[in-house]
């Protein structure tokens, strides 16, 4: 799965950076190519001349090479990996990408990457159990980079805890698992709808829904690693994305919403409809801000919105596949699984506001997924990447 990916190796200034020679051997030979981008304070703990004896490539450190003046260009080592792997991510580089500070070489070219990112932390276990870790964490996950958890274990200071860096057999078998799943969507089409719609009563306000659009843009990100080429039509989210292969139009009502699927779903194979989509919009948006009248008290007429995925659901061919979702809050597989017969779906995906963990807003979703076979699969509470990790393999399968 790795023969002839180029893959750059990070190796930041811990402890566990002894464990990335082992790494890069199973990197070497498994037939990758490897450039090493090694921090000051990662020379500290291994030599770059272990390090380019077994990767077979000068180690790279500095923005240039002090006596010959020669430039390492981050943008052009971005360019050229398949994947970038960060290990040993210590809290201070982890800080770092988070935060865009780019003061080495390894954090320039981490910026520039444009390929899949996994991240391997090692540190202490207070150091990984701060706040300002975890959010630097959680702003990593939110960039669609990979975190390869650590370990529960001995630790260099001798203290029991979370914080041991992966394993270089299983960060090595993450990345092939990675790679084998990699392409199995490739040449197809993906609809996404995502996030919330508003529904405009005036200039100044809407009708709108809690929905941050994080599941559908986590699906989208998914397909797109696996080769897909996708398309969301996305409502106002606050969330974006960095993929080549996810094209974003944006839309605010559900009219305009149906209006742009309309166009896109016969040159899909798959429609994933994740779209939290008003069911009423307001008969006239005013032409003014309403105003506080005395005594009067306006009233709002609504109208009924298209149903995106019941017209998609009516128009769809028999190649096509067609899954919905259902948040509920009560009756929950009733209606679920009523939702997936009326609009002739192929699939539906139930998350209950029951759950805690579960639904809008929250970086984790716990799903139920009805097919139209009468198939009913339940998966325990997990991050929205790993849900959609799910989701994406239950399609396929
Ligand atoms: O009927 P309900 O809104 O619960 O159905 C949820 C499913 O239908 C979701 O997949 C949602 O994106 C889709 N939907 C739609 N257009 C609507 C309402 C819901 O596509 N107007």
């Known amino acids: 799965m790795l023969k002839g990916k180029h893959i ?5 200034g811990g402890i566990a950076a002894y464990k990335s020679v082992s790494l890069l051997r199973l990197f070497i030979k498994a037939g990758a190519e490897v450039q090493v981008v090694i921090t000051p304070s990662g020379k500290e703990f291994i030599t770059p001349v272990t390090l380019s004896a077994l990767s077979g490539k000068p180690v790279v450190s500095e923005f240039f090479t002090a006596n010959s003046g020669e430039w390492h260009s981050h943008v052009d080592l971005g360019l050229w990996a398949d994947a970038m792997v960060i290990a040993p991510a210590t809290a201070s580089s982890i800080a770092k990408m988070a935060n865009g500070v780019a003061d080495n070489m390894l954090i320039t070219t981490y910026l520039s990457a444009k390929a899949p990112v996994f991240i391997a932390p090692a540190m202490d276990l207070d150091m990984m159990a701060h706040p300002s870790t975890k959010r630097n964490i959680e702003l990593l996950k939110s960039y669609g980079n990979h975190i390869i958890e650590p370990a ?12 041991r860096m992966e394993e270089p057999e299983g960060i090595f078998e993450y990345l092939k698992n990675f790679f084998a799943s990699s392409q199995d969507l490739s040449g197809k089409k993906v609809l996404i709808t995502a996030g919330p719609t508003y529904e405009k009563i005036d200039p100044v306000r809407f009708i709108g829904n809690y929905s941050s659009g994080k599941m559908g843009y986590a699906i989208a990100e998914e397909a797109a690693r696996r080769g897909a ?13 960095n993929s080549p292969n996810i094209n974003v139009i944006k839309v605010e009502s559900a009219r305009d919403m149906h209006k742009e699927c309309l166009k896109i779903f016969p040159q899909c194979e798959y429609a994933i409809m994740s779209a939290a989509v008003a069911d009423y919009a307001p008969v006239e948006c005013a032409e003014n801000k309403i105003k506080r009248e005395k005594d009067e008290i306006p009233v709002i007429k609504l109208t009924k919105n298209p149903d995106i995925a019941a017209s998609l659901g009516e128009i769809k061919t028999p190649k096509q596949k067609l899954i919905g979702f259902a948040l509920e809050t009560n009756n ?3 209606n679920a699984v009523e939702k997936l ?9 139930l998350n209950s506001l029951q759950d805690k963990g579960a639904g809008f807003g929250t970086d984790t979703n716990k799903i139920t997924i009805f097919d139209c076979e009468g198939n009913k699969t339940t998966y325990p509470l997990k991050s929205k990447n790993e849900v959609a990790k799910d989701i994406i393999e239950y399609i396929i399968k």
């Open 332 to 334: 929950e597989e009733v």
């Open 229 to 241: 080429e996708v398309t969301i039509v996305s409502g106002p989210v606050s969330i974006s994305t």
């Open 8 to 12: 750059i190796l990070g190796i930041t």
């Open 152 to 163: 529960e274990g001995e630790l260099a200071s001798h203290l029991i805890g979370k914080g």
């Open 341 to 349: 017969k009326r609009k002739n779906l192929d699939m539906i995906v």
